[in-house]
């Protein structure tokens, strides 16, 4: 298993500093979804147990129903705002198994647009519907590649230097963040975007590396929670571009929850705690 390197911290935020609360409940419980938007315009898409078309539209408070996806799936990722989101990869119903079909909301119906150049789940996805940014995965092999959406199609661009899946994103398509995931042993690691090329960035601060966890925000100040091992997580981080603090536990563990919002106003969404599928969200502040 990957190991934290010597520049990775172990610090705590000062109690009462931060929180989570409870926010409202999805109106299906799943779980490997994805999410996109603020904590107070958020939409959640996909998911399972099954290869879920339902998409959910939050207003801060409450979730109501929003357009199906045109393509049901699992493991996809997310990018956007609630009424400019996009989806793409996943696992879809048997035979079309692992897709690379993309699809581009505008806050009422999904839209095709231009397919991945490679076909993957458990995939991680940042930027925006128009400049979008799609990282790892498997396909069913471990997978490094990165590409670039411009609102039509993707192209390639700079490999991960270590390839993983059940990862997560923040940022943008220049500024990009990835972090954690499995490789396939679960890996601490971080690695930072330009636009061109992946480096290097500090070590997240759980001691075996951690894997299904969600994440938000941008590549200097990003979130990190959930995941496991062991099942269902509740840790907290925080990044500032440099390295990882550990803050305000999750009230509920959990694995592969979708993410929206930024660092300091954002939303954890679903997920899986052992047997039992979530649909309980969190705020944090």
């Not at 972090?179 to 930072?192: D, K, L, Q, V």
């Not at 960035?201 to 062991?230: D, E, K, S």
């Not at 954002?266 to 649909?279: D, M, Q």
């Amino acid at each position: 298993k990957t190991t934290p390197s010597s520049t990775t911290t172990t610090t705590t935020t000062a109690a009462g500093t931060d929180t989570w609360s409870a926010g409202g409940a999805l109106i299906t419980a799943r779980a490997i979804l994805a999410g996109a938007g603020t904590q107070n315009e958020a939409v959640a898409f996909g998911g399972t147990p099954a290869y879920f078309t339902c998409t959910e539209e939050y207003n801060g408070s409450a979730w109501s129903t929003g357009g199906s996806l045109i393509v049901g799936r699992y493991g996809l990722a997310g990018a956007g705002t609630q009424n400019a989101a996009l989806a793409f990869g996943g696992a879809a119903t048997p035979p079309a198994f692992t897709v690379g079909c993309t699809e581009e909301y505008d806050g009422a119906s999904w839209s095709a647009g231009g397919a991945l150049i490679t076909a993957r789940d458990t995939l991680a996805g940042a930027g925006t519907q128009n400049e979008a940014l799609a990282f790892g995965g498997q396909a069913p092999g471990v997978l490094s590649c990165t590409e670039e959406y411009n609102g039509t199609t993707w192209s390639s661009g700079g490999a991960l230097i270590t390839g993983r899946f059940a990862l997560a994103g923040a940022g943008t398509q220049n500024s990009g963040l990835a972090f954690g995931g499995s490789s396939p042993a679960s890996t601490c690691s971080t690695e930072e975007y330009n636009g061109t090329s992946w480096s290097a960035g500090g070590n997240m601060n759980a001691p075996t590396g951690r894997a299904t966890l969600g994440g938000t925000g941008t590549q200097n100040a990003a979130l990190a929670f959930g995941g496991q091992p062991p099942v269902g997580l509740n840790c907290v981080e925080k990044y500032d571009g440099t390295s990882w603090t550990i803050v305000s536990p999750l009230i509920t563990g959990r694995c592969y929850p979708a993410g929206a919002g930024v660092q300091n106003t954002a939303l954890a969404i679903g997920g899986v705690s052992g047997p039992t599928l979530l649909s309980c969200t969190e705020e944090y502040n």
